[in-house]
């Protein structure tokens, strides 16, 4: 693991744990095990480990989300977006980060401008899947689709919900997609 990547994970690490004010340097130096100095000397600002935190953030997620990136209509869209929402529900850690990034985005201009970026990598390719999928209206569509998904996680890891099962969560996306898509969306019986 790069040095890089190693700084990024120690403060997605502390951004889960701690929240905004558990995020310094030092602090990260120390859940990375590096000598001290060593995020410093990496991101010299706290803006410029925010922006490393998030670029390693979103190169994560792209991960996660990359078979349901593709734009290709798949066989069982409700299947594919229910494992999805999974994943990031098992990893908590990184959500609870994205979490306290987006808050701290409102009040920083320049970290709401590459959250604002990363976001896209996310909405624009949804919004290519839904078109395939048959949407009507896929960039209002694809918005609800991140406002549901984003629901579903912040209920059962931030809110008061508890975890869904796979079932639940397949069905949940399905009813959402039968409203969005009609009756029959892609992998619907």
Known sequence: MK????????????LAERGM????HRAVDEVAGLPPGSTSNLARTRAALLELTLSRLTELEERVFAAALTGEA???????????????LRDGRRTLARYELAL????????????????????????????????TDPVRHARQMVAFGEGIMFDAIAGAGVEPTFDELREAVRELLAGMLGSHPPGSA
């Open 3 to 14: 040095r890089s990547e190693a700084v990024a994970e120690a403060a997605i690490t502390l």
């Open 21 to 24: 004010r558990g995020l310094t």
């Open 74 to 88: 798949p066989g069982d869209l409700p299947d594919l977006m229910a494992q999805v929402l999974q994943v990031q």
């Open 104 to 135: 701290e985005a409102t009040r920083r201009p320049e970290l709401r401008a590459i959250y604002d970026r990363a976001g896209r990598r996310f909405r624009d390719p949804a919004v290519a899947l839904l078109a395939t999928a048959g949407s």
